[in-house]
């Protein structure tokens, strides 16, 4: 299996598809149809290839596998260097998972420039499954910050009214973060000789240096992930996307700070992470309890969704920097989860949009009667957002929880807190959309989903609450690689101790 | 041999200027001569012999050499600028056939003008005496003034000539008063000579480097860097297209190399002293470059502060002072020719009614009435910004690890600052193409074939970079390592 770069296809697999629908299909409507199809075919190709990683994918080993290495950029020793972990292989797996169902999320929906559209996202996708396959820290950085460019013309192309601001705000806000990462990644080529990230996490540099490089990291995933007080741009770039737009957003771009995290802060800077934790937890609990209270006045549904996910982050952040093994399995677990659960929830939105042309809570109620099949549907992803047991919404939290208690059990009781809120948002927000009084005509006269939405919801029904009775299917690969990085940190905690 | 001693020298390293030069001054026989016959094919008779230049070049300059008593120096460091400069050159006249001849401009002098400027520029990057370095740089301006003004009919055209040609003799006395405090006090103008006395001459007479002060604010209004960028958006908004696109490729170029030669060849022992100055010139361009620019609606203004703040960013790579420095200030400035030769492609593709347009909303549309040239200018924008994966971003990458490398740590701070709100006016020229509604459709079909060419060229190498960024960073390696021997 060594030779065969499957980590490369899969990363350049949808560009290929991209190309081809730019040179081969035409700009009309027949050409329309096949760049759907082909996009389509594309991004189900690479699923495939993911799950053909996954089955090969030796759970037991802790260290990067399917490795590849080409020299690139030779005068400054950067090469071409990809490997999956347990830890990154979830991620490959969700973003090849998610890129089909927006896919057929956008396939009615979008009108305009169908090839462009499938051009843009294919091509995003080749950056997404980039990102978590990089192990050069400049590749990482080439990947990483290449998929703001589809993301900023899908939101601005086909995105709703306010769309210009917010993919300025979009771009111009996860670049300036972004750039401070870039220099971090010079000091520590400066101070390392090298970005490869397998030896940069192997040897931290010194504590004394970490501090700022550290903070530098911060300012780049803290804007994507994102945290409290710089996530104001997420709700904007939520309302104004397009509903797969809001779907791979939520549901990889915003993993992508997570995985930052796991990758360059924790392992790199265990030290620093250690002393500016408690910055974190208490970030995370603002995000948790703040953005909840905020969601909670929403009128607007998928601003109140993306308020939500600022939540949810809080409690990805939370469990990442206990630095403990619950902790982090329960923050990969709850971003994994999110993943699924907030993409179908803006998948939910977008059905009843694409019906009535409208976000407006107050436009909806009592349409339970005519879409039950909606409603049920609808009704299991806001219980997994809630964190309902049986759901994969409820192993994240709880695990992350658990990480909490070990370290600071105020911390953990104010996240906990954060539950019940979670649970008042979506619940005032179901009750006001799906029943109550059958207030307006339209609203009630709008068909249950039909064949096509409803395969997408039901799948990812599906996997949510497989997820949730079944946890050990993701955990059991995945811990062999969270243990040896709660070791590599813990070790370095006494080893500091011990140096006086 | 012996009887004529002061003529004791070798010719071939000079083989390409003299070649050049002989060509213009044909060029202006035959133009002269054989009047409208001649205007069609003296374009084509330019590119060959600057493709003849770019020959001998190769063949001749790369090996070290000092000719002409002291006054000429070839080497990789040379060489390579040398072979930028003819590319550059070469893709300006490509981009300005068709457009001369759509002005109503195409005189056969036109061309003249730019082989003497670009022999101008080519000596000056092989100057190693002020004297020569100063009229190697003069032959360069006035050929300049001309061209800014070439467009005899239009008052704007004028007026930028004017104020080129007003300011650039400023600039060019502040030079010369410069040039003529240090030879006062070190009593040489050869930079051999100049090394060797200020590594004497401790401390260094402040005179000395009160001239050098002077030199630089002379070099720094040929980059327009800021404070001395006043003309530069004027300049490139009246001059005609064609001669804004040279000007935004080549002459800073050659200003550049210029300046990083004297900096670390007769300068180097005063490292401590200019890296304040250029640290100061970097900070203020980057920052008119990002400022200046948003409020700009004419695009060829807009390409005038982006190449304010892009020299800032190569003024971080000089103030480095190293050797990864000069390598990330070459490979970033081949970048940025080879970037803005394709965006000005686009702008010559700007016409309305067989009339030429500039405001940045007459593109409003493109990417529906044209995807392939709107396509291409999203991709040049988002590589001027910095945006990975495209070529502009390895420049700025080098550029940044040169600073880190230095410990500037606040200039490298300030640069990716400053590139965020650059940022901002390049996604602009993308909202505008793509995100906008057409309220007048441009014409069709306006570029010729050599600028079809060079546009793709340009997009292609934007694009392709990533996929071989060693093969242009080797070369530009050994041109750094030409400019710091030893150290």
Known sequence: MISFPILTILTFLPLVGALVILLFLRNDETGAGSARSMALVTSLMTLAGALILMLVFDPANPDFQFKEKMIWLAPLGIAYHLGVDGISLYFVLLTALLVPICIIASWRSV?????????????????????????????????????????????????????????????????????????????????????????????PVAPSIQTWLWWAMFASFAVKMPMWPVHTWLPDAHVEAPTAGSVILAGVLLKMGGYGFLRFSLPMFPEASAAF????????????????????????????????????????????FTATLEGISGAIFQMISHGLISGALFLCVGVVYDRLHTRDIARYGGIVKNMPRFATLFMLFMLGS?????????????????????????????????????????????????????????????????????????????????????????????????????????????EQEQAP | MSEFGFLDFNLVPLLPEVFLALSAMGFLL??????????????????????MTGVLVSQVSFDDAIVLGGMFKADAYSGFVKLLIIGGVMATLGLSMRYLEQEHIDQ?????????????????????????????????SLSLYVLAAFNRQSPRAAEAGVKYFALGGLASGMMLFGISLIYGFTGSLDFGTLTASMMVMQPVPFAVIFGLVFLLAGLAFKLSAAPFHMWTPDVYEGAPTAVTALFAMVPKLAALA?????????????????????????????????FGAIAQSNIKRLIAYSSIGHIGYALIGVAAASEGGINAVLLHMLIYMAMTAGTFAVIMA??????????????????????????????????????????????????????????????????????????????????????????LMLDLNVLSGPQRFILACSVAFVLFFILSPSAFIDSTQLAAAALFPGR
């Open chain 1, 386 to 494: 809630v964190g309902l047991p049986g759901t994969s919404g409820f192993v994240g939290e709880f695990l992350t929880l658990l990480g909490a208690y070990q370290v600071d059990t105020l911390i953990a009781a104010l996240a906990a807190s954060g539950m019940v809120l979670g649970a008042a948002y979506m619940l005032v927000l179901y009750r006001r959309v799906i029943f109550g009084p059958p207030a307006h005509a339209d609203a009630t006269a709008m068909p249950d989903v039909d064949g096509r939405e409803f395969a997408v919801l039901a799948l990812l029904a599906a996997l949510v609450l497989w997820l949730g009775v079944f946890p050990g299917m993701i955990t059991r690969s995945m811990t062999p690689s969270v243990e040896k990085l709660v070791t590599h940190i813990t070790q370095h905690h006494s």
């Open chain 2, 108 to 140: 056969m002098e036109f061309y003249v003008l730019v082989l003497l400027a670009s022999v101008g520029m080519m000596f000056m990057v092989s100057a190693v005496n002020l004297l020569s370095l100063y009229m190697a740089l003069e032959l360069q």
């Open chain 2, 350 to 439: 700007m016409r309305r009614g067989g009339r030429s347009v500039e405001r940045i909303d007459d593109l409003a549309g493109l990417s529906r009435s044209q995807p392939i040239l709107a396509y291409a200018l999203g991709i040049l924008m988002f590589s001027m910004a910095g945006v990975p994966p495209f070529a502009g971003f390895f420049g700025k990458l080098m550029i940044f690890q040169a600073a880190i490398g230095a410990e500037l740590y606040a200039l490298a701070i300030f640069g990716v600052v400053a590139s965020v709100v650059a940022a901002y006016y390049y996604l602009r020229i993308v909202k505008v193409m793509f995100f906008d509604e057409a309220v």
């Open chain 2, 30 to 51: 035959i133009g002269v001569s054989f009047g409208d016959e001649a205007r069609r094919v003296i374009p084509w008779y330019a590119l060959l012999a600057l493709l």
């Open chain 1, 111 to 203: 009108e305009t420039r169908v090839r462009e559209y499938m051009i843009a996202f294919l091509v995003l996708e080749t950056f997404m499954i980039g990102t978590f396959c990089a192990l050069d820290a400049i590749l990482f950085y080439v990947f990483f910050e290449g998929g703001l460019i589809p993301m900023f013309l899908i939101i601005g192309i086909w995105g709703g009214k306010r769309r210009v601001y917010s993919a300025y705000k979009f771009f111009l806000y996860t670049f300036l973060g972004s750039v401070f990462m870039l220099l971090a990644l010079m000091v520590l080529y400066m101070q390392a000789g090298t970005t490869d990230m397998t030896v940069l996490m192997a040897n």
């Open chain 1, 277 to 320: 934790a408690p910055v974190v937890f208490w970030l995370s609990v603002i995000a948790i309890i703040y953005t909840s209270l905020v969601a909670l006045v929403q009128e607007d549904m998928k601003k109140l969704i993306a308020y939500s996910s600022v939540a949810h982050m809080g409690f990805v952040t939370l469990g990442l």
């Open chain 2, 258 to 290: 210029l300046l990083m030669r004297i900096l670390f060849e007769p300068f180097a022992y005063l490292v401590p002293q200019w890296e304040q100055i250029i640290i100061f010139l970097a900070v203020m361009s980057m920052i008119v470059g990002a």
